[in-house]
């Protein structure tokens, strides 16, 4: 049997029918072919190079449906048909669908390469959760905006829905409003890096390593063993001290002399010092006074930087500047003073004159 192409089928010949679905097939094919050519040359080239772009494409390209763009491209072919207003209409309304459905696929990769690079860059592991709490906000307010403008484009009234979803949501903010401020508390902390894993920081009179951002609570693990939980939206409203940012160290200490020191030995004390804390690497001297006369002693202060904000190596200069500062005093005959009293006792016949009777006793 032979078919004539100048048949009448839907008020169109066989021949037009033919010509429509070879073009939408043309350019499903044409779409299909730079898929495959993105796939398998870009992300060759991709893979050598830095996280860029070429990567994004790449993602971008593995999530096009050949079904969706055929949906798309038949469209195109029956430009050319005559269609009945009916059947016309629901071709271009699935192809509405598609197309709407296609480009959220796209942009969903795209986020999902956006996030991906920038977790990989920053290469924070406390970036994981938050980011993927911010990938699914993302890609809930992307595929509604997808969805409410297909809706429009298909000729839906979105008003009222778009009213009915800002009731609901105003609702559920009220409802979770601590949960939704601690989840993007997270999500400044991790956008911001007010601190990372690893720092140590001090909250109010809670210090600690930096163990863990969630979406709801920041945990830390204190210099004592215990670990500290405290919420995300309660740690940005207060002042956080990040020690582990520090560029140098400033380190103050004190000591004191009797009162028996002569006048020379305290002139010489501030030079000896500061000649002691020069020789000590890593430190910058800054001063050393005669600052009190105290209750038992002759009060010294000494202020020096370290360079090396380091705990453990601030801790080894201040000994090596201590035991230095035993040794030269000692040599000195210069005392350090300590805590003391001195009692003086008076005669009881000073202190009760005229009573002959308590003297004697």
Do not use: C
């Amino acid at each position: 049997m032979i078919l004539d192409l100048e048949t009448i089928w839907l008020d169109n010949t066989l021949e037009a029918w033919g010509t429509a679905l070879a073009l939408a097939l043309s350019i499903n094919v044409l779409v299909a072919l730079m898929k495959w050519l993105i796939i398998t040359r870009v992300s060759k080239v991709a893979v050598r190079g830095v996280r860029g772009l070429d990567h994004g494409v790449v993602a971008m390209a593995r999530r096009t449906k050949q079904p969706l763009i055929f949906l798309v491209t038949l469209m195109i072919g029956t430009q050319y048909l005559e269609l009945k207003p009916a059947l016309e209409h629901g071709l271009s309304r699935i192809a509405t669908v598609a197309g709407f459905l296609q480009l959220g696929l796209w942009l969903s990769a795209g986020m999902n390469f956006w996030i991906d690079r920038y977790r990989i860059n920053s290469q924070d592991a406390a970036a994981t959760t938050s980011l993927a709490a911010l990938n699914f906000v993302g890609k809930l307010v992307l595929w509604a905006l997808v969805i409410m403008i297909m809706l429009d484009n298909l000729g839906v009234n979105v008003t009222a829905m778009v009213a009915g979803l800002g009731v609901g949501g105003i609702a559920v903010a009220l409802a979770v409003q601590n949960i939704l401020g601690d989840l993007f508390a997270s999500l400044s902390i991790v956008i911001d890096k007010p601190f990372v894993i690893g720092d140590v920081i001090m909250v109010d009179t809670f210090s600690g390593t930096v163990e863990h951002v969630g979406l709801k609570t920041t945990r830390l693990r204190s210099s004592t063993g215990e670990q500290i939980i405290i919420s995300n939206g309660d740690l940005l409203k207060t002042r956080i001290r990040n020690y582990k940012r520090m560029e140098e160290r400033r380190i103050t200490f004190g000591f004191g002399v009797v009162y028996q020191t002569t006048a020379e030995q305290l002139a010489a004390i501030p030079g000896m010092v500061s000649e002691i804390v020069r020789k000590v690497p890593k430190t910058r001297f800054e001063r050393a006074h005669f600052k009190a006369f105290g209750p038992s002693s002759l009060d010294f202060e000494v202020v020096f930087w370290m360079l090396d904000p380091d705990f453990l190596g601030s801790m080894n200069a201040q000994q090596a500047i201590n035991l230095e500062i035993f040794k030269r005093f000692a040599e000195l005959g210069i005392e350090f003073a300590y805590p003391t009293q001195t009692l003086i006792v008076q005669g009881q016949a000073e202190r009760f004159p005229g009573n002959d009777a308590a003297v004697q006793g």
